[in-house]
């Protein structure tokens, strides 16, 4: 996949097929939309396009903003570029926002990237003029040569799909959902920090993680089961992983850290970036009288995991 983010660089070759989104999460509605789009290209005999944003659209134009995600611009393109996408041109600048739909189209699809075929979600709206839809786009599209479709909405127990929904459901802990409506588990990266080493002393030693981007969106407090990934090793390890204030340990204060535990593993592995993917939610964090029962529980939890 050819990642553009400059056009004055950027030389249309051939014609075609784009559809336009910030694709939080690039969930199976999503991939839907992007297996139209590749069917249609094909019968045009089109590339497939992408545009995309480097940010949310609301931090480009608010700095200030901090969204919560479900994937960082890097993993989004990954994603993208799985999907077998062509050119992904990847917007970072607030200057589009000012642009009317009509403009857009008929200046930066037609006329820069010779947007052949235009593909709209059933919700998307474009440019300054957003109270816009479709009917006017593919007016619009008609008098610049550019073929306006639109695709339904993708529904799922009769609700209709969306990155706002999955955000809803990590806030609260639904990970079986979550993976169901993103076709793959939810995941977060970070790095091994140090931290008080009480499950060292308990027998379960975890690992402190720190996120890599504050914008990434950390699922609802409690205990689950993951899979973890090293940087650089192919390898996974089952795990436990707690998000909490650790409250059986009322003196280290209130603080939410995420630990986690790999099951037969051995190692040091401060410093090291860490991928971890959820599994299943096990259960709620709870105060327990004693460490001693916290330990029965912890090791109750591996084995569900």
Known sequence: ??????????????????????????HIGHKALIGKLKEEASARGLKTLIVTFAQHPRELMHAS????????????????????????????KSDVFSMTSAYFLKSVLAAKLNVKYLLVGYDHHFGCDREKGYDYYKMCGADCGVEVEQFGAVSVADNHLSSSTIRHLLEDGKIDKVNKYLGYNYSIGGTVIHGRNIGKTIGFPTANVA????????????????????????KSY?????????????????????????????????????????????????????????????EKDCKES
């Not at 950390?218 to 650089?232: A, C, I, M, Q, R």
């Open 65 to 92: 903003y901090v969204p919560k995600l479900l994937t960082t611009k890097q993993e989004r393109i990954a994603l993208l570029e799985q999907e077998g996408i062509d050119i992904c041109y990847v917007i970072k």
């Open 238 to 298: 089952k795990g436990v992983l707690n998000i909490g204030v650790r409250p059986t340990f009322i003196d280290l204060g209130s603080i939410k850290t995420i630990e986690v535990h790999l099951l037969k593993f051995e190692g040091d592995i401060y410093q090291k970036r860490i991928y971890i993917e959820f599994v299943k939610f096990l259960r709620e964090e709870e105060k327990f009288d004693s460490p001693q029962l916290l330990a029965r529980q912890i």
């Open 211 to 234: 996120i890599n981007d504050v914008r990434k969106l950390v699922p609802k407090e409690g205990v689950y089961s993951v899979k973890v990934t090293l940087d650089g090793e192919k």
């Open 1 to 26: 996949m050819v990642i553009v983010e400059d056009l004055s660089s950027f030389k249309a070759e051939s014609g075609y097929a784009a559809a336009i989104g910030f694709f939080d999460g690039l």
